[in-house]
Every structure is written in C-alpha cells, then in structure tokens.
C-alpha cells in the first residue's frame, strides 16, 4: 500500500512562489506516475499536473502552463510542484496522488489509487 504525505503549503502574496513535497512510502514508487491535484472552497477537485513513470513526460493544467512545473526524484521517493507567479485563484488544498498501473487518463482523478492528505496553499492578492 501507497503513503503519500504532502508538505510545503503556506500564505504566500500574489506573485510569489512555493514549492510542494510529496513523500511516498509502501509501493515501490518509481513504478507510478504521479500527479497533483487541487480542490477550491466549493468546487470539485481538478487535475494540475502529471509526471510520468520516467520523469519524461509532463502534462499540465492550462491555468498552470508556463508557471507550475513538477518533477519527481527517485532517489528520495518524492514528487515535488514549483509554483511560480501564484495567483488569488491558485488557492486551494492541494493533493498528490499515485496513477494506477497502466492507466494513462491522467486528468481523471479515478486513474489515481493513492491520495495523500492534503496541503492548503492561500495566496493573497
């Protein structure tokens, strides 16, 4: 079984910038894609951004394009999110996850077996 512990969330003013952690444990980690998503006061939970299995191939959010970047390192076990240039509409919880074997529809947070908890990101404006 998958444990994902998430860290690095905080307050942080319009245009500044945080960087995410996510620890995995249980399954061997580098046989997982891994993704982030966020979840907004009153509003379902949406995909932000992917990292393959190799660290390769990246896939991100539209909103996030040209701001966010995830990468993964093996050796630590850990999936990491640069948010760069944060926006009052990037506030939310955000959750790493564990894509399920095989399954590549990276934007269906169902393609995700393991959730970690959750880190509140505030950004003011």
């Known amino acids: 079984q998958e444990q994902l512990v998430e860290s690095g969330g905080g307050l942080v003013q319009a245009g500044g910038s945080l960087t995410l952690s996510c620890a995995a444990s249980?399954?061997?980690?580098?046989?997982?894609?891994m993704g982030w998503f966020r979840q907004a006061p009153g509003k379902e939970r949406e995909f932000v951004a992917r990292?393959?299995?190799?660290?390769?191939?990246?896939y991100y959010t539209d909103s996030v394009k040209g701001r966010f970047t995830i990468s993964r390192d093996d050796a630590k076990n850990t999936v990491y999110l640069q948010m760069n240039g944060l926006k009052p509409e990037d506030t939310a919880v955000y959750f790493c996850?564990?894509?399920?074997?095989?399954?590549?529809?990276?934007?269906?947070?169902?393609?995700?077996?393991?959730w970690g908890q959750g880190t509140q990101v505030t950004v003011s404006s």
């Open positions: 249980g399954r061997t980690f580098s046989t997982s894609a």
């Open positions: 990292v393959s299995r190799s660290g390769v191939i990246k």
């Open positions: 996850a564990a894509g399920r074997p095989g399954d590549t529809n990276y934007k269906r947070d169902s393609s995700y077996d393991y």
